[in-house]
């Protein structure tokens, strides 16, 4: 059975967002989706979320496994590749980054853990996608291309849709955009 992990990032919820629908979506379409609380989401830390990954995960994360990741969450879906056992099926980055450079105090404890491009790409089999708004308030476009360039992602630029977060619009309580893009590459 195919399995699909959906990530919150820093002072999120699984209730915030495009999170419930999209998990909803997936679920209706015969995925088993985890969406977890990630812990001390008010400032958190990517090596005490890659733990509670590790240590809660309802299943086993491979070649199986979609893992969509949205802002910080997006950065612990590439480490969860990179640090794990197993090769992952997907990655899909929503928001990505790869420092604090904008200096948000929410995220002065989150880069704990260090990149490693290579192995991030040799343990993702199929696809690794970076989609990004080149208006995001949060995080630059140059950031996620960054990223895209060094893991070698697709990296898919939508307009004028900032974090893609309740924030932007209403609307973000679904992402319909979002979940075609995942049907046309086949990754549900």
């Not at 088993?32 to 299943?59: C, R």
């Not at 590439?78 to 640090?83: D, G, N, Y």
Request: aromatic share 10%; proline share 4%; glycine share 6%.
């Amino acid at each position: 059975m195919k399995k699909a992990v959906i990530l919150h990032g820093t002072q999120g919820s699984p209730e915030g967002n495009w999170f419930r629908w999209l998990e909803a979506e997936l679920q209706n379409r015969g995925l088993e989706v985890w969406l977890p609380q990630l812990p001390h989401a008010q400032q958190p830390s990517l090596s005490e979320w890659l733990g509670y990954i590790k240590d809660n995960s309802p299943f086993e994360l491979d070649e199986d496994t979609l893992i969509i990741g949205h802002s910080s969450g997006a950065i612990l879906a590439l480490l969860i590749s990179q640090k794990g056992s197993a090769t992952l099926g997907e990655v899909v980055c929503v928001s990505v980054f790869h420092d604090n450079a904008l200096g948000w105090d929410a995220n002065a404890k989150l880069f704990d853990v260090e990149f490693n491009w290579d192995s991030i790409r040799a343990h993702v089999e199929r696809q690794i996608v970076c989609i990004h708004s080149d208006d995001d308030p949060y995080v630059p476009l140059d950031q996620a291309q960054f990223v895209a360039n060094n893991i070698g992602a697709e990296m898919i630029v939508i307009q004028n849709q900032g974090h893609f977060n309740l924030e932007k619009s209403k609307t973000y309580h679904e992402f319909p955009v979002l979940l075609s893009l995942l049907e046309e590459r086949r990754l549900v």
